[in-house]
């Protein structure tokens, strides 16, 4: 005999299918790649992306930047975040920046004032102990580096010098789960009054988080492990580039443009908008298209957001399972 088919209906469920079909109108008339803004004749910025080595040492590419964005250590002890920050500092990149992730331990002091036995034994050597080589380490901080470009002027056969800056902002924390360094409980508050939310959009900006924002490489399971607080404002201030880790399944790489519509859907999708919300997409992608039918342009779409999640590891057992991603701006 036949089973009985059961059909299981979440609610808000044909707001979120609804969303979602208007998104992928949209999406179909916006190719990410067609509006990625290159800088003409200018040599490439090469970013190398990596998260969550817990003490494994793979193999970095060539590149102009190197962002480990957490968990570069198993358990945090001193000699394992020494022994991470003497590999990082011996890698050729001109420039290398590092944030924590949860496991990084030894670099969040209000964690061990309150869990001392996480010091595993350590009585007298602090973060502040820490050689940290040609490292640069990013708390909710931000620093601006400059790349020097070389622009070729074929029509003279000459090559002209030229720079390039990069604002790169860091955070090392995500949301709780168990107790670990750098977790928060997520609220609406607590992005918009870190140093990210004091940035404005801006060209060239590298945002580094140890968590992923919510649906955007976040995935665990059937559960999305994303904060959607830090997609808030990563949506606002749409940087270039947004480097991540934490979540080791969810590796890979994804371009996307965060205009109003993809922030409505998103906003649907969490549970924060209605169908006054879905109302809203439908006027915006009707308005989108029709200002590419007379020519008027693409609308809100601008620019293209590279999301990475780096995490190298995999398994159980936190074994090297992952390339690491270079990315080109």
Known sequence: MQQPTITIKTRGRRKRDLATHLLNIHSSGASPSSTTTQIVDARPVQIVCVSDTHNHRPLLPPGDILIHAGDLTENGSFDEVQAGLHWLSSQPHPHKILIAGN????????????YPERRYGETTRTKADLKWGSVTYLEDSTITIT????????SENTSQAGERKLAIYGSPYTPVYMPSAFQYSPSPDF?????????????????????????????????????????????????????????????????????????????IMIGWGGWGKVVW?????????????LGLG????????TLVNASVVGGSRNGLKNEVIVVEL
């Not at 496991?103 to 309150?114: G, S, Y």
């Not at 790349?147 to 074929?154: C, L």
């Not at 997409?281 to 039918?293: D, E, I, N, S």
């Open 103 to 114: 496991h990084d331990v030894l670099l969040d002091e209000m964690f061990l004032a309150k």
């Open 147 to 154: 790349i020097s470009d070389r622009v070729n002027d074929e």
């Open 191 to 267: 992005w918009s009054n870190s140093k990210l939310g004091t940035l404005l959009p801006q060209d060239d900006l590298i945002v580094v988080t140890h968590g992923p924002p919510k649906f955007y490489l976040d995935r665990r399971g059937f559960h999305r492990a994303g904060c959607p607080y830090l997609l808030q404002e990563i949506s606002r201030v749409c940087p270039r580039l947004h480097i991540f880790g934490h979540i080791h399944a969810a590796y890979g790489k994804e371009d996307v443009i965060l205009d109003r519509i993809r922030e409505a859907h998103d906003d």
């Open 281 to 293: 997409m439908v006027v915006l992608v009707g308005w989108t298209r029709c200002k590419q039918a």
């Open 298 to 305: 693409r609308g809100n779409a601008s620019k293209v957001t």
